[in-house]
């Protein structure tokens, strides 16, 4: 597995913000995987049980504790890890809770990657940084086509909002301090991640789950929302190429000011599917029920949104793998086999199997990061 990627990040020094959340643990466990000396910084997993502590991450990383509201929490990360990647993912990352704690949200996701940004500024090692957004970011006006990179940001709710002021963030300091700069900057922007570890609150998987844990009907809240549902493994393998080929001019296409940017990595067309879809195909691999718990008077959420990944396939050769019916497949069938084991080796091996198996569906696919030597 260390070949991937171009052998980016065999022996080389990972900083992940974020590393305690379920996308961040996914992160690291796969970046272990190809040989990367992983350093994470975040704070203390927020959902018990967590992916992080399941796959006993703390004991096979260096694990630091730290809130990214605090400028000097990132200086002294990349001081003392001088990292040769930065992954950032720490995030208030739900929309429902955006609406109860607005003024932090807006802390996390747009001042923290503010003092991220601004910690890189004074670096001098070179690097290169992946600041993870979220496709909420753009302004949304329902549309029937996915929303580009070059799209208006916006946001109705603060969640969407934060994102949304992130992005400008990024955009404001990439064009004003990192055009002649050792770090190399992008921002990337997923669909709906789902897979197994996600056992945050007001999500639909891990509501599903434990509804079917239960044996209790599955609540759904907005049946008819239409949302580009993806793997998780899907949008990583984006992130990790995007970040190869930013640091090893071996690996480009084109110019590096085009990657040095925004870009998409979302789904096919044919997975921007309903709730309701998602939760029946839940349903055929885990037999239950549901119940539509609409609520005129909740909170507003987007009710369509997906994402044109034109640009990532056009720069980075970079396409989805796994269809909506295998990604909802691979997710119940890891909350499956982690609800028949409590051990973090037989967790961290059905997490290790699952990965092999997207890159050998990617491989077959011919995938560009899967390909050994130079790209054309």
């Known amino acids: ?60 990383l260096r694990h630091i504790i730290g809130d990214i509201q605090d400028p000097a929490v990132f200086a002294k990360a990349l001081s003392d890890g001088q990292p040769d990647f930065v992954f950032h993912l ?9 609406y109860l704690r607005p003024c932090e949200t807006f802390n996390v996701n747009a001042m923290g990657t503010l003092h991220l940004l601004d910690a890189l500024r004074e670096s001098k090692k070179p690097c290169v940084a992946i600041l993870v957004t979220t496709d909420k970011c753009y302004e949304n006006r329902e549309w029937l086509h996915g929303y580009r990179e070059a799209d208006r940001l916006g946001g109705r709710d603060p969640y969407s909002a934060s994102k949304a002021a992130a992005e400008l963030i990024i955009a404001s300091y990439r064009q004003s301090f990192f055009q002649d700069h050792p770090v190399k900057l992008a921002s990337c922007r997923a669909g709906n991640v789902i897979g197994g570890g996600d056992w945050a609150a007001h999500r639909i998987v891990p509501d599903c789950i434990r509804a079917l844990q239960a044996r209790q009907p599955i609540p759904v809240r907005h049946p008819l929302a239409t949302r580009p549902w993806q793997h998780v493994l899907e949008p990583l393998s984006g992130y990790l190429w995007l970040a190869a080929s930013l640091a090893d001019p071996k690996l480009r296409r084109c110019d590096l000011s085009l990657l040095a940017a925004p870009f998409n990595f979302g789904p096919n067309r044919d997975a921007n599917r309903t709730v309701a879809d998602l939760v029946e195909e839940v349903l055929r691999h885990w ?34 793998v796994w269809s909506f ?44 990061w899967t390909q050994p030597g130079p790209r054309p």
Request: proline letters at 5%; a positive charge; aromatic letters at 10%.
């Open 1 to 60: 597995m260390t070949t991937l990627f171009g052998s980016a990040f065999h022996a080389r020094r990972v900083l992940v913000t974020g590393h305690t959340g379920f996308k961040g643990a996914w992160l690291c466990e796969w970046l272990l995987g190809l040989g990367a000396e992983v350093t994470g910084l975040s704070l203390p997993p927020n959902t018990d049980p967590s992916l992080f502590n399941q796959l006993g991450l703390a004991r096979r």
């Open 90 to 98: 720490a995030a208030q990352a739900l929309v429902r809770e955006s």
């Open 287 to 320: 037999p239950g029920k549901w119940l539509d718990k609409s609520d005129p008077k909740a909170p507003h959420e987007a009710g369509f949104l997906q994402l044109s990944i034109d640009k990532a396939f056009a720069l980075l050769r970079w396409f989805p």
């Open 325 to 368: 019916r295998e990604a909802v497949a691979e997710t119940v069938e890891w909350y499956r086999d982690a609800g028949q084991s409590k051990s973090a080796k037989e967790i961290q091996k059905r997490t290790r199997a699952q990965i092999a198996q997207y890159i050998q569906r990617a491989a077959k696919a011919q995938a560009p």
